[in-house]
């Protein structure tokens, strides 16, 4: 069942399994590379977590994949997987 969504993004109801992180990296990667599309996702998610300044797609050194990581102001980078459930959802159901 579609839902109205926010301004230039189609959301859909889905399961309320966890996400695959390296999946929604993906997806965040594809959004971030649209014009426009990593400030109007970071504008959405900023309705979750009002701390966030930024998003990233990084590989940790050592690793096979890249995942999302929110800059909160703090001294390091969190995981998105960190930022729970809603946070990762609503990347999981971006097209």
Do not use: C
């Amino acid at each position: 069942m579609a839902h109205p969504s926010p301004k230039g993004f189609r959301v859909s109801q889905r399961s309320v399994r966890p996400s695959h992180p390296v999946q929604d990296a993906e997806k965040y990667n594809q959004i971030a590379l649209e014009a426009d599309g990593e400030f109007r996702f970071e504008r959405i998610m900023r309705e979750i977590e009002p701390r966030l300044k930024r998003l990233r797609y990084a590989k940790l050194p050592g690793t096979n994949s890249a995942l999302v990581f929110a800059d909160l102001g703090l001294s390091r980078a969190v995981p998105a997987t960190q930022m729970g459930q809603a946070f990762n959802r609503i990347t999981s159901h971006l097209r």
